[in-house]
């Protein structure tokens, strides 16, 4: 079968998906299937497609109709211009988590670019937000923690995938196994934060496939800030960054519990869409 022929198929059966590019993923999936890029796919369009990898491109195709994640069928996600592991077990990167990154970068630039600095991720993940600081900053030392053995595993994966000696992966229920002696420049995490009753309206290929510990923040969403930031500031170096990323509408009570427990210069950073995305302040 010509590739043209399979993409059309392809296309046909998933697009009435609500969310996703259909011709996007259907040209991704059978680039990967072919070890090319999507380039080769749009401009090789007679090319004859071997009969095994029609069959392995229609049942991933089976699987994206019923909503499984493109991602976790290609196993990546570009995230930071960096191309990350992904499986089933870990949270898929967002867009909108890159401006915590971006901020933390320039924050590095401007305050500590001379100087080697240390950096804790809580509940790294697949290791989007600190391994690309890792990759990006090579005089930021990472310590990523998990409960999740999955999620080391993966982010394990990514930091040899992008030959990083400046990360260590540790196994930890958040401060749990971290010495109050090793202190932090900085403090950055992407908590889970929806809100348990929010859960069922999320959409069918969140809800139904994601790892529903990275997501459940409890029934307000504020679980794990009111358990992070209070402890904090035993392991934040004085005038140290705290940086969360937050549900559009928890900027106001995560602020308040960081001005609570002392922090100081308090901002709050939009996404892509203009919705509030990221809470920040300075350990007074």
């Known amino acids: 079968m010509e590739i043209n022929q399979l993409i059309r198929i392809g296309v046909d059966r998933i697009k009435g998906r609500q969310y996703g590019n259909a011709v996007l993923e259907a040209t991704l999936l059978l680039g990967k299937l072919m070890n090319v890029d999507k380039v080769h796919i749009y401009t090789h369009g007679k090319e004859q497609v071997p009969d095994e990898i029609v069959n392995k491109f229609l049942e991933a195709i089976e ?9 976790y069928i290609i196993k990546e996600k570009e995230f930071m211009g960096l191309n990350f592991y992904i499986e089933e077990g870990v949270l898929i990167p967002r ?73 260590k992966l540790i196994k930890s229920d958040l401060f749990e196994k971290i010495s109050e002696e090793e202190k932090f420049h900085i403090i950055v995490s992407n908590p889970p934060y929806i809100p348990t009753e929010d859960m069922e309206s999320l959409q069918e290929e969140v809800k139904n496939y ?22 904090s500031k035993n392991y934040l ?43 920040l302040g300075i350990n007074g």
């Not at 509408?249 to 960081?258: E, G, L, N, R, T």
């Open 63 to 71: 699987k994206r109709s019923k909503g499984y994640p493109i991602q």
């Open 95 to 167: 867009p909108d988590t890159e401006i915590i990154v971006e901020y933390i970068l320039e924050y590095i630039d401007k305050r500590h670019s001379q100087e080697q600095i240390n950096i804790l991720d809580i509940g790294i993940g697949s290791g989007a937000i600190g391994l690309s600081i890792a990759y990006y900053k090579k005089n930021a030392h990472v310590c990523g923690v998990d409960i999740s053995h999955k999620a080391l595993e993966v982010a394990n994966i990514n930091k040899d995938r992008f030959n990083l000696s400046n990360v």
């Open 210 to 231: 994601e790892p529903r510990t990275a997501l459940d923040g409890g029934k307000e969403g504020m679980d794990f800030y009111r358990r992070i930031i209070p402890e």
């Open 237 to 279: 170096k004085e005038e140290g960054l705290l940086i969360f990323e937050i549900g559009y509408h928890q900027a106001k009570d995560v602020s308040h519990i960081m001005i609570e427990n002392g922090f100081k210069d308090i901002k709050i950073l939009k996404d892509l869409q203009g919705l509030d995305r990221a809470v």
